[in-house]
């Protein structure tokens, strides 16, 4: 994999600004951990310390800035702005290169331009500025090689699985008689052998997501978009789906950007995060995940990784507040504890 600078638009000045890699204290701490001075008696805190900052610098080395040069890109998204009739800037200067068979999620809070920017990868939201391209050619409106997905299932409800599954191969052109033979295979690989004849609402909230999935799979679109599609499950079938999906990433290697406001959601899935910030909508971190697939939900590595995360769209949210006016008073501010003076109070008097 070749890293450059991306040809799809600027990237900051320095990108060790985008990690906790270039912070002063992951510079300090990263070569190993400094030896205790002699003499100091610190029986119980410090593996404690040990384990903490051996779990941090794991997750800096499987969080690394993303960067990939638009010739190389399946999906090129340049200076991509968007502003609403009501005024609202929805996105503005965005800038993304996603490669094929790259699992992308785009993760941030709520209004800032997630669907925007998604839509307008469906070619279903026009741009007011920018452009976006799929393998080299612009995109002007919806195409056979996308394919959106929404949280809800979106079934028709006079339709059986199997009808719906098949009314998609119909409307894509496919031959009536391979029709059948198709739909099973895709209702088979989402694990709904069984329920073909069913309707949906014969089917949980899982299913009807699964039928919806084996739906958009059986068309083979190049690449699929899926805006929340877990968002309305609750979190045991939800955590059920993340796995399946996965499972199925593995499998077919799509070309995968998903939507979501939830941080464990996007680092299961996602090969690559790509954080987002409200007011104008924009991208502020870029980041490839490096922990190998399948993952597991209760991951410590994913745990920690989380947290990281969170600890960053905590930053990007206070970032775009308005800025709070002045303290009245200041107070001072204690010493920062030393090593000895924790021991103690871990101790007691
Ligand atoms: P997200 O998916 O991250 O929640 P959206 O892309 O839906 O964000 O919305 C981004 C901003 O654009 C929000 O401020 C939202 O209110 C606004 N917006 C979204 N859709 C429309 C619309 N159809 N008309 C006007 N404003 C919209
Ligand atoms: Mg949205």
């Not at 331009?113 to 026009?126: D, E, F, I, M, P």
């Not at 699985?161 to 295979?185: D, I, M, S, W, Y």
Request: charged residues 25%; aromatic residues 4%; contains cysteine.
């Amino acid at each position: 994999m070749r890293h450059g600078p991306s040809r799809g638009g600027p990237r900051p000045a320095n990108d060790s600004q985008w990690t906790l890699e270039g912070r002063q204290d992951a510079r300090r701490l990263a070569p190993g951990l400094p030896p205790l001075p002699s003499g100091t008696h610190v029986p119980s805190l410090w593996p404690m310390l040990r384990a903490l900052l051996g779990r941090w610098r794991s997750s800096l080395r499987l969080l690394r800035p993303a960067h990939v040069e638009a010739d190389r890109a399946k999906i090129s998204v340049s200076q991509l702005g968007h502003r609403y009739g009501n005024k609202v800037v929805a996105l503005k200067d965005v800038d993304l290169n996603v490669r094929s068979g790259e699992f992308v999620c785009l993760l941030g809070p709520s209004g800032c331009g997630k669907s925007t920017l998604l839509y307008a990868l469906a070619g279903q939201v026009k741009p007011t500025g920018g452009a976006v391209s799929i393998d080299g050619r612009r995109i002007t409106g919806p195409g056979p090689d996308r394919l959106l997905m929404f949280q809800e299932a979106a079934l028709f409800p006079w339709l059986s699985v199997r009808g719906n599954v098949t009314f998609a191969l119909a409307a894509r052109g496919v031959p009536r008689k391979e029709r059948r033979a198709r739909a099973e295979q895709y209702i088979r690989r989402v694990q709904l052998q069984g329920f073909e004849d069913a309707l949906p609402h014969q089917l949980s909230g899982g299913m009807k997501m699964r039928a919806s999935l084996a739906r958009a799979l059986s068309v083979d679109p190049a690449v699929l978009l899926m805006d929340e599609p877990f968002g309305s499950l609750d979190a045991q079938t939800r955590i059920h789906m993340q796995e399946f999906l996965q499972s199925i990433w593995m499998r077919t290697h799509k070309t995968v950007v998903f939507v979501t406001h939830d941080v464990h959601e996007a680092l299961m899935l996602g090969t690559r995060v790509v954080l987002m910030a409200p007011r104008p909508g924009r991208i502020v971190r870029d980041l490839e995940v490096h922990l190998p697939m399948p993952r597991h939900p209760d991951d410590a590595a994913l745990m920690e990784m989380v947290r990281h995360v969170q600890g960053l769209l905590r930053e990007v949210e206070q970032g775009s507040k308005p800025p709070e006016p002045p303290p009245v008073r200041v107070p001072p501010r204690p010493s920062p504890p030393t090593v000895h003076s924790v021991t103690e109070s871990v101790r007691g008097p």
